[in-house]
C-alpha cells in the first residue's frame, strides 16, 4: 500500500482541520489504519487508529473527544478530522497502513505499521 497525506497548514487554536489519506493498491480496505504525528525533537507517537471495515476507532488520550478518524475504502482514503486544537497539537502528520490484514487487534505502535505516508505539517498558532 503506497500513501500520500494531505490537507495540512497553519490555524488557530480552537480551530480545525482534515487531513486525508490517498492509498494506492488493492489491499487498502483489509489493512488497519492509523495516525502518527512527530513533533520537533520528539519521537512519533500514535494519535489514534481505525479498523480495516471502519466499525472501530481508537485514539491517544491527548486527542480523545477532539479528532475523529474515518475511512472512505470506496475511495481508498483515511481521513482525521481535528478540532479544537491547541498548539501542542503542532507536529508533522503521518498516515500509516498495518502489517497485518483483516486484525481485530488494536494497533498503536510504529511496529504494527509498515506502510506509511510522507507526512503534512500541521501548525497550531496561540
Known amino acids: 500500500v503506497q500513501l500520500q497525506a494531505s490537507g495540512g497548514g497553519l490555524v488557530q487554536a480552537g480551530g480545525s482541520l482534515r487531513l486525508s489519506c490517498a492509498a494506492s493498491?488493492?489491499?487498502?480496505?483489509?489493512?488497519?489504519m492509523g495516525w502518527f504525528r512527530q513533533a520537533p525533537g520528539k519521537e512519533r507517537e500514535f494519535v489514534g487508529g481505525i479498523s480495516w471495515s471502519g466499525s472501530s476507532t481508537y485514539y491517544a488520550d491527548s486527542v480523545k473527544g477532539r479528532f475523529t478518524i474515518s475511512r472512505d475504502n470506496a475511495k481508498n482514503t483515511v481521513y482525521l478530522q481535528m478540532n479544537f486544537l491547541k498548539p501542542e497539537d503542532t507536529a508533522v502528520y503521518y498516515c500509516a497502513a498495518s502489517n497485518v490484514r483483516w486484525t481485530t487487534m488494536y494497533l498503536t505502535t510504529r511496529a504494527d505499521f509498515g506502510s506509511w505516508g510522507q507526512g503534512t505539517q500541521v501548525t497550531v498558532s496561540s
Open positions: 493498491g488493492r489491499t487498502f480496505s483489509s489493512h488497519h
